[in-house]
């Protein structure tokens, strides 16, 4: 089993910069794939971006050049910098962990609000 915990969720204005964690704890030794997925009121959650064991990184194209993921092995964290926020960032943004296996686990999420 893997445990994600998140943090860093606000209320930020248009075009304000926030960041978001995600610590992992558990079974992280079989993990290869990390990210963020958000989800906006009334619509399907989406992929934010991602990162792999090779620090391999996808993003979604809405979201390229103003969010960087990274990762820090020390402390099995990853983190998502969002800069140059805008309204339709707003979200409940979610962690997770893909495992070898395909195991997915899940955060509890955490509130992004962008508005002035």
């Known amino acids: 089993q893997v445990q994600l915990v998140e943090s860093g969720g606000g209320l930020v204005q248009p075009g304000g910069s926030l960041r978001l964690s995600c610590a992992a704890s558990?079974?992280?030794?079989?993990?290869?794939?990390r990210g963020w997925y958000r989800q906006a009121p009334g619509k399907q959650r989406e992929l934010v971006a991602s990162?792999?064991?090779?620090?391999?990184?996808n993003y979604a194209d809405s979201v390229k050049g103003r969010f960087t993921i990274s990762r820090d092995n020390a402390k099995n964290t990853v983190y998502l910098q969002m800069n140059n926020v805008k309204p339709e960032d707003t979200a409940v943004y979610y962690c997770y962990a893909r495992s070898i296996a395909l195991q997915v686990y899940w955060g509890q999420g955490t509130q992004v609000t962008v508005s002035s």
């Open positions: 558990g079974s992280i030794f079989s993990i290869n794939v």
């Open positions: 990162i792999t064991s090779s620090d391999t990184t």
